[in-house]
């Protein structure tokens, strides 16, 4: 008798975790989606190329990466990929509000908070980060993106230095895959 309920037990336990098995599979490869104005930042998966006021240098070549990861969940920035300089950016919805890691050459890691949005920008402001006393150290403080059209957009990245806006760094950037 002890064993025949022992094998009703773990018959149904086996049930019980292969529905969950089948449900979570069936359900983990939805596409995601995300608020609007990340929907918008996914929009923005492939290469762009452009100028910059003043990184490396003022007329400097600019090249940005975006890529979808995170089954979709994330988009990654990636800026001049390959070179000493790159940077990474992780744009995401936190609570349906999309916002951004920013990994900084400048060996900090800011986060923003989309703050305001219409049809053509999206506007981000430092919320907190790592590696930074707001009031001391030099970091990216904001990030405004400027949809021109489909193939153009505009970054700009002002950066604070001793607790007020130091720079802004303007990048012109046209799509190319």
């Given at each position: 008798m002890k064993k025949s309920i022992y094998a009703l037990v773990a018959g149904?336990?086996?049930l019980f975790v292969?529905?969950?098995?089948?449900?979570a599979g069936e359900h983990s490869h939805l596409p995601y989606s995300g608020s609007k104005e990340f929907e918008r930042m996914k929009e923005l998966?492939?290469?762009?190329?452009?100028?910059?006021?003043?990184?490396?240098?003022?007329?400097?070549?600019?090249?940005?990466?975006?890529?979808?990861?995170?089954?979709?969940?994330?988009?990654?920035?990636?800026l001049f990929p390959g070179t000493a300089h790159e940077m990474v950016s992780v744009y995401y919805d936190n609570k349906g509000q999309l916002t951004m890691t920013h990994y900084c050459a400048l060996r900090n890691q800011p986060?923003?908070?989309?703050?305001?949005?219409?049809?053509?920008?999206?506007?981000?402001?430092?919320?907190?980060?790592?590696?930074?006393?707001?009031?001391?150290?030099?970091?990216m403080h904001s990030l405004t993106i400027s949809f021109?059209?489909?193939?153009?957009?505009?970054?700009?990245?002002?950066?604070?230095?001793?607790g007020k806006e130091k720079e802004t760094s303007v990048f012109k950037l046209s799509r190319v895959l």
């Open positions: 149904v336990y086996l292969g529905l969950v098995m089948a449900y998966a492939g290469a762009w190329e452009g100028t910059s006021n003043n990184m490396p240098k003022e007329g400097g070549k600019v090249r940005v990466e975006y890529r979808l990861s995170s089954g979709g969940s994330s988009v990654v920035e990636t986060r923003m908070k989309l703050q305001d949005a219409d049809a053509q920008n999206l506007h981000f402001v430092f919320v907190d980060g790592s590696n930074i006393d707001p009031m001391k150290d030099a970091y021109v059209d489909k193939d153009h957009i505009i970054q700009k990245w002002t950066l604070f230095a001793d």
